[in-house]
């Protein structure tokens, strides 16, 4: 089965699908961190790009990671909407907002749709430790 309509199927499916589909997504991100986790390095708390949809409950990614043994009990929802949301493809440092404070945490930034990189880029840029220094992102 292509990934995307994996990834496609476990958000946006009938339910059926869905709760079929959600282990499968678990499963490939376990084996992804697994994998590559010498390339990710060391990270203390796991938390997911949110929704832009305004998706009700618990988004599906969170359920997924939340799965996954070496992640779920470092789950935290460290992001809130900001400002002024992002434009379909175009990343914007005010989409987001950190939502509690780092204390220098490495954060595992996940995200289950990568199209252009504009969500993922807006979503780490309050993260960076840029952040701090009050420069702008190259």
């Given at each position: 089965?292509?990934?995307?309509?994996?990834?496609?199927?476990?958000?946006?499916?009938?339910?059926?699908?869905?709760?079929?589909?959600?282990?499968?997504?678990?499963?490939?991100?376990?084996?992804?961190?697994?994998?590559?986790?010498?390339?990710?390095?060391?990270?203390?708390?796991?938390?997911?790009?949110?929704?832009?949809?305004?998706?009700?409950?618990?988004?599906?990614?969170?359920?997924?990671?939340g799965m996954v043994s070496s992640m779920a009990s470092h789950?935290?929802?460290?992001?809130?909407?900001?400002?002024?949301?992002?434009?379909?493809?175009?990343?914007?440092?005010?989409?987001?907002?950190?939502?509690?404070?780092?204390?220098?945490?490495?954060?595992?930034?996940?995200?289950?749709?990568?199209?252009?990189?504009?969500?993922?880029?807006?979503?780490?840029?309050?993260?960076?430790?840029r952040r701090d220094t009050g420069r702008p992102w190259p």
């Amino acid at each position: 089965m292509p990934v995307h309509n994996l990834l496609r199927g476990y958000k946006d499916g009938p339910e059926e699908l869905r709760a079929r589909f959600l282990p499968r997504v678990a499963a490939l991100l376990a084996r992804f961190v697994d994998e590559h986790g010498k390339c990710i390095g060391h990270w203390e708390t796991v938390t997911a790009v949110p929704s832009s949809k305004g998706r009700p409950g618990r988004h599906p990614l969170v359920r997924a990671i939340g799965m996954v043994s070496s992640m779920a009990s470092h789950y935290e929802e460290l992001l809130v909407a900001g400002a002024r949301p992002a434009r379909h493809l175009a990343a914007s440092d005010h989409a987001f907002e950190v939502a509690t404070r780092l204390d220098g945490r490495r954060v595992l930034l996940v995200d289950d749709t990568f199209t252009s990189g504009a969500e993922l880029q807006s979503a780490a840029r309050p993260l960076g430790s840029r952040r701090d220094t009050g420069r702008p992102w190259p």
